[in-house]
């Protein structure tokens, strides 16, 4: 292999590299499947936990008590709105921005904090909600935004999910999803018509460009009937397509089937 310094190009450029460790983790899935109570209870180590999600008290409290694992919590983020968010107009859209402004603003310490820490799993619950808190913020409300602004929004969720990068974290993301759809034309006795249907597909819910943004991506689903939960990888170095299920079915095991490399304890 020829060196970069041989094909003329500076001491800045590298032939090799070293990883950082530093992964970003989507678990998407419909609410219920159990992504939560799998991320927690099967990461090695302690894990800091950002919820912006419902009251998990008493898993939390289960996972401590039962399982001994060592979950850092913070104050749950709580959105407290006295007007509308979807359609707010005058006044109220400035009280809805304030609300989550601060709301905000204490996540993103508490993610720099986590970054800073020697913790090195970050369980952010869940990335929707990150993404409507961004706009409200900014906004004070969630419909009728000019799309030349979403600019500002998007980069704004692009800076939280990169502040991770270099850091050696494994920030890990729990997302709901939802189904693609797709515009067809179908003729119809009166001609053809654009119509939409859904696909095999599925994405998370919210920030449009999240997926493309994660490294390993796994789509999570729960048998009620077998009461088993599965894990198909959908993003990832390698091992798309592969399930997992059982008791395969863990943080560890998901890194080492999606990245090739072993060690994720």
Known sequence: MAKPSTLGLGPS??????????LAVSIRGPVGVGKTYTALKTIPGPVVYLNGDRDNDLLLGRLRGKFGREILTTKRYVLKFKHDVMRGKGEPIDDNAR?????????????????????????????AFVWSLIRIARWGKLTEIPQILYSQA????????????????????LSPSEQVWEEVIEQTPTGPQKKRRPT??????????FDSAM?????????IEENVRSMRIVKGVQGIGKVLAGKEVGIPQLLAAATGVEDWE
Do not use: C
């Open 200 to 209: 095999n597909k599925t994405q998370s819910v919210g920030y449009k460009a």
């Open 154 to 173: 998007n980069w704004e969720m692009e800076q939280i999910i990169h502040q991770a990068d270099d850091t050696g974290k494994v920030v890990v993301w």
């Open 13 to 22: 450029f590298h032939s090799t590299t070293k990883p950082s460790g530093t």
């Open 99 to 127: 609300v989550a402004r601060e709301i905000r603003d204490r996540f993103k310490a508490d993610l720099v904090a986590a970054l800073e820490s020697q913790v090195r799993y970050i369980v952010i619950d869940q990335s």
């Open 215 to 223: 490294t390993v991506i796994a789509e999570m689903h729960y048998d």
